[in-house]
């Protein structure tokens, strides 16, 4: 289908400044993540994120500023009014994530799996029945994972 015939998925900052267009039929894997750099990018108990491939994202209206929160990933979001927009690992076939929040329809994004659960905190209590999963569930996750350097203080 060409984009011409796509009905974009769309979405932006809550000051309008930086708006996006996702030029596929739906988010893959929604999910929430409870991880502490996750936390703290979003100044949230956990970031909900759903993604696409980078060359399926268009910015439409202005562009994010970008923060590499750690050695592997960068985090996009509004420098006017601070809204968390994106998460991507800083690899070139690596899919980027867009903040469900962000969506002008979140409820076209229903989250499949919680990650980060190591990290998730004792009180809540948030769709027990999804799926959970460590962030260093696999081998390669944990092997991934064992070279990162955080830059959030």
């Excluded at 030029?23 to 502490?36: K, T």
């Excluded at 867009?98 to 980060?116: C, M, N, V, Y």
């Excluded at 009180?123 to 569930?137: I, K, L, Y």
């Amino acid at each position: 289908m060409s984009r011409a015939l796509e009905r974009p998925i769309t979405g932006g900052c809550q000051c309008g400044a930086v708006r996006y267009a996702a030029h596929v039929s739906a988010l893959e894997n929604a999910h929430v993540c409870h991880c502490r750099m996750c936390q703290r990018a979003t100044g949230g108990l956990f970031a909900a994120l759903a993604g696409c491939a980078k060359e399926k994202l268009e910015w439409t209206e202005g562009e994010p500023s970008f923060f590499a929160s750690s050695s592997l990933a960068s985090r996009g979001f509004c420098s006017a009014c601070g809204t968390p927009l994106s998460f991507a690992y800083n690899k070139p076939d690596a899919r980027i994530y867009l903040t469900i929040g962000s969506l002008d329809e979140p409820e076209s994004a229903p989250i499949g799996r919680q990650f980060g659960v190591e990290s998730k905190l004792s009180w809540v209590a948030f769709c027990e029945a999804t799926p959970q999963e460590r962030s260093d569930a696999t081998p390669e996750a944990a092997a991934f994972l064992a070279g990162m350097k955080t830059f959030q203080a």
